[in-house]
């Protein structure tokens, strides 16, 4: 059974950092790409970061890109994103997922398993 647990969310300034952690367990880690999702407040959940299974491979939306950085460490089953310079437009539930394969996707239906979300509120 695959669990992916995310941690990190809070309450921000604009401008401020957050690092979001999210581990993952129930099958081999460091064969799997990672993603992170987001959806906002009457919003659609939308792609954020993803890191293919060795980390050599990472994609961003256009809207976090220079802001956000994706890291893995398989030996510790855990992936982060790093988000910088905060606006609060960047105020969701990021969600973090596991692909079905190791290779970088922002497509949803490429990931099999998801978490239950960690909310990030930027106040201005």
């Known amino acids: 059974q695959v669990e992916v647990v995310e941690s990190g969310g809070g309450l921000v300034q604009a401008g401020g950092s957050l690092r979001l952690s999210c581990a993952a367990s129930?099958?081999?880690?460091?064969?799997?790409?990672m993603g992170w999702f987001r959806q906002a407040p009457g919003k659609e959940r939308e792609f954020v970061a993803a890191?293919?299974?060795?980390?050599?491979?990472?994609n961003y939306a256009d809207s976090v890109k220079g802001r956000a950085t994706i890291s893995r460490d398989n030996a510790k089953n855990t992936v982060y994103l790093q988000m910088n310079s905060l606006k609060p437009e960047d105020t969701a539930v990021y969600y973090c997922?596991?692909?079905?394969?190791?290779?970088?996707?922002?497509?949803?239906?490429?990931?099999?398993?998801w978490g239950q979300g960690t909310q990030v509120t930027v106040s201005s």
């Open positions: 997922a596991q692909s079905r394969n190791g290779l970088v996707s922002a497509l949803q239906r490429w990931y099999d398993y």
């Open positions: 129930g099958r081999t880690f460091g064969i799997y790409a």
């Open positions: 890191i293919s299974w060795s980390g050599s491979n990472t």
